[in-house]
């Protein structure tokens, strides 16, 4: 039986769903104004991961998340780019699927914008207004009174006390409690005519948190099984969703909530201010997808991932032996033998709250195995096991041969290349300089030129 480790309960619980043999799953998506960084990755990777453990123990799941499309800091990004809000949004929603293709994260199978769903927010702040928890502060903005909601700190496991004093909270104008939220945001002037919404309480637009609490109701009902996202949303964005949600509704909201862990960069907490921030584009320049998607499942998704090119070129290493035993293994797709020992142990771990690390041990088992002595059978179900966590679907001998290429690579041969390359800019031949460095940087060799001259390493 699936257990699930429960924030809300904080433990490991069975899992029931509310329908028998179906899911349905809420996770919180991305603001579009930029590119998604290593953190994002691990939010789509793990989700990803569970969407297709549930459907492979037969579950029949409706997975939804949502793209957050209206925003402080994406207005602010529009006006600093002199672009319209949709272009903005549109061009980061497609850069984000981009990245999703490359890391082998299926489609959800409702992906709604806050702008699509802005009726449905409102209907729901009437609600609440209804039921004497939302009210209309001085300022214009309609705000959630979280006094007014018994279960508030109920994910977070604290009171509103413990809130007060620990929390860094915003007092706003109007607020009746610093931890009260907006749930309407009155129109300003400086703000353009597509970020304006009509409403019983005047134009403006909607607040962050009620988009999730509107979008998961209208799409899987007011109770449905599991809520994802990462463990920063935890407090306050989950806490106030399930204050608006059961709120409004008044029964329970989310049965089961799931939160992964943070990514952190050479063992500090990865931010803009510390310049060690990285997107998932600037990632795969360096790194195969799939050694990166490799990379997170090798993490539970509970535990911090220390995300360093070490621990990446280390993943390499690992997923490449468990190539190796796929060489000469057919590509077509083949059914998990359930009944066979390894697979057995696979499903425990899976069950055992999407434990990862201990699946993926037991797909190195099997490869030692054929390894040592080939054998087609089983090299069969190390494809299919992988193919249950989204890896191994490539042929073999492509996969050694693109690590090879970039390992391979002597230091003569990159001398070499760099020679060239600075023939070719003395000659102003500037394309073929560039294209030298490309193809180097492509082979996971960066170079650095210098007063000096041109240094190089290994990416
Ligand atoms: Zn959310």
Same mark, same amino acid.
């Given at each position: 039986?699936?257990?699930?480790?429960?924030?809300?309960?904080?433990?490991?619980?069975?899992?029931?769903?509310?329908?028998?043999?179906?899911?349905?799953?809420?996770?919180?998506?991305? =603001?579009?104004?930029?590119?998604?960084?290593?953190?994002?990755?691990?939010?789509?990777?793990?989700?990803?991961?569970?969407?297709?453990?549930?459907?492979?123990?037969?579950?029949?799941?409706?997975?939804?998340?949502?793209?957050?499309?209206? *925003?402080?800091?994406?207005?602010?990004?529009?006006?600093?780019?002199?672009?319209?809000?949709?272009?903005?949004?549109?061009?980061?929603?497609?850069?984000?699927?981009?990245?999703?293709?490359?890391?082998?994260?299926?489609?959800?199978?409702?992906?709604?914008?806050?702008?699509?769903?802005?009726?449905?927010?409102?209907?729901?702040?009437?609600?609440?207004?209804?039921?004497?928890?939302?009210?209309?502060?001085?300022?214009?903005?309609?705000?959630?009174?979280?006094?007014?909601?018994?279960?508030?700190?109920?994910?977070?496991?604290?009171?509103?006390?413990?809130?007060?004093?620990?929390?860094?909270?915003?007092?706003? *104008?109007?607020?009746?409690?610093?931890?009260?939220?907006?749930?309407?945001?009155?129109?300003?002037?400086?703000?353009?005519?597509?970020?304006?919404?009509?409403?019983?309480?005047?134009?403006?637009?909607?607040?962050?948190?009620?988009?999730?609490?509107?979008?998961?109701?209208?799409?899987?009902?007011?109770?449905?099984?599991?809520?994802?996202?990462?463990?920063?949303?935890?407090?306050?964005?989950?806490?106030?969703?399930?204050?608006?949600?059961?709120?409004?509704?008044?029964?329970?909201?989310?049965?089961?909530?799931?939160?992964?862990?943070?990514?952190?960069?050479?063992?500090?907490?990865?931010?803009?201010?510390?310049?060690?921030?990285?997107?998932?584009?600037?990632?795969?320049?360096?790194?195969?997808?799939?050694?990166?998607?490799?990379?997170?499942?090798?993490?539970?998704?509970?535990?911090?991932?220390?995300?360093?090119?070490?621990?990446?070129?280390?993943?390499?290493?690992?997923?490449?032996?468990?190539?190796?035993?796929?060489?000469?293994?057919?590509?077509?797709?083949?059914?998990?033998?359930?009944?066979?020992?390894?697979?057995?142990?696979?499903?425990?771990?899976?069950?055992?709250?999407?434990? =990862?690390?201990?699946?993926?041990?037991?797909?190195?088992?099997?490869?030692?195995?054929?390894?040592?002595?080939?054998?087609?059978?089983?090299?069969?179900?190390?494809?299919?096991?992988?193919?249950?966590?989204?890896?191994?679907?490539?042929?073999?001998?492509?996969?050694?041969?693109?690590?090879?290429?970039?390992?391979?690579?002597?230091?003569?041969?990159?001398?070499?290349?760099?020679?060239?390359?600075?023939?070719?800019?003395?000659?102003?031949?500037?394309?073929?300089?560039?294209?030298?460095?490309?193809?180097?940087?492509?082979?996971?060799?960066?170079?650095? *030129?210098?007063?000096?001259?041109?240094?190089?390493?290994?990416?």
């Amino acid at each position: 039986m699936l257990k699930i480790y429960n924030t809300l309960a904080r433990d490991k619980q069975d899992f029931i769903p509310i329908e028998p043999n179906k899911v349905r799953m809420y996770v919180c998506g991305m =603001t579009v104004y930029d590119y998604c960084h290593a953190g994002h990755a691990r939010v789509m990777v793990v989700f990803d991961m569970v969407y297709r453990w549930l459907k492979a123990s037969g579950y029949d799941v409706t997975f939804v998340r949502n793209i957050t499309d209206i *925003d402080d800091k994406i207005i602010k990004r529009a006006a600093e780019n002199i672009e319209s809000i949709h272009v903005l949004t549109q061009r980061f929603i497609d850069a984000m699927h981009a990245d999703e293709r490359a890391l082998g994260v299926l489609p959800p199978d409702h992906e709604p914008r806050a702008t699509q769903y802005v009726p449905q927010m409102l209907e729901m702040i009437a609600l609440l207004e209804k039921n004497g928890i939302a009210y209309r502060a001085a300022d214009g903005d309609v705000n959630y009174a979280v006094r007014k909601f018994d279960g508030y700190g109920k994910l977070s496991g604290k009171s509103l006390e413990d809130l007060r004093a620990g929390e860094r909270v915003d007092v706003g *104008d109007g607020k009746n409690d610093p931890l009260d939220f907006v749930l309407w945001k009155h129109a300003k002037d400086s703000e353009p005519a597509e970020v304006k919404w009509d409403s019983p309480w005047g134009a403006g637009r909607p607040g962050w948190h009620i988009e999730c609490s509107a979008m998961s109701s209208e799409l899987l009902g007011k109770h449905f099984d599991i809520h994802g996202g990462g463990a920063d949303l935890q407090f306050p964005h989950h806490e106030n969703e399930i204050a608006q949600s059961e709120g409004a509704h008044n029964c329970q909201f989310v049965n089961y909530w799931m939160h992964n862990g943070f990514v952190r960069v050479d063992n500090e907490k990865m931010s803009k201010s510390l310049g060690n921030f990285f997107t998932i584009r600037e990632v795969l320049q360096k790194f195969d997808a799939e050694v990166f998607r490799f990379f997170i499942l090798r993490a539970h998704y509970r535990s911090p991932l220390n995300y360093s090119d070490m621990h990446i070129d280390d993943a390499k290493t690992a997923l490449t032996r468990l190539y190796t035993a796929l060489k000469g293994a057919p590509l077509e797709a083949v059914q998990v033998d359930w009944q066979e020992a390894h697979a057995q142990r696979f499903k425990a771990a899976m069950d055992d709250d999407f434990n =990862t690390p201990e699946a993926l041990a037991v797909l190195f088992d099997i490869a030692s195995v054929v390894n040592k002595t080939p054998d087609a059978k089983l090299a069969q179900q190390l494809r299919a096991l992988g193919g249950v966590l989204g890896l191994l679907q490539r042929d073999a001998q492509e996969f050694l041969q693109g690590g090879a290429q970039a390992e391979g690579m002597s230091e003569a041969d990159i001398l070499a290349q760099i020679a060239a390359r600075n023939a070719a800019k003395q000659a102003k031949n500037y394309a073929e300089a560039d294209r030298i460095r490309k193809e180097l940087l492509a082979a996971g060799i960066v170079l650095e *030129d210098s007063a000096a001259g041109t240094n190089w390493r290994r990416a």
